[in-house]
């Protein structure tokens, strides 16, 4: 599957911002009830040296900051895999799987 605008923009930022050495951005709207062709879910494995000596939390709050006018700009979810590199080589460079969507207050 193709990249999309949004996609594009996510995958940039995160280059400037953490030059990882794995970045996988994932366009996951299609598992959700969202129109065809939206991009408003998504799944980002980040592997990066600066992450090494941070916790969980500010590895996060650093992605959001950087995704911050992607966020506002009508991004509904992101799912974060912020990693050093030797975390991803503990899970064999594996991209975890994610949960089935369960369709929010419509359950």
Avoid: Y
């Amino acid at each position: 599957m193709s990249a999309t605008p949004i996609q594009d923009a996510i995958h940039d930022e995160l280059v400037r911002s953490f030059a990882p050495s794995v970045l996988e951005v994932i366009n996951e709207s299609g598992n959700h009830n969202v129109p065809r062709g939206s991009e408003t879910h998504f799944k980002v494995v980040i592997v990066s040296e600066g992450f090494a000596g941070e916790t969980l939390v500010s590895r996060h709050r650093a992605v959001n900051k950087a995704l911050a006018q992607q966020l506002a700009a009508g991004v509904h979810a992101l799912s974060i895999q912020a990693l050093t590199p030797a975390q991803w080589d503990a899970r064999g460079g594996e991209v975890p799987a994610s949960p089935p969507c369960l369709g929010g207050s419509k359950a």
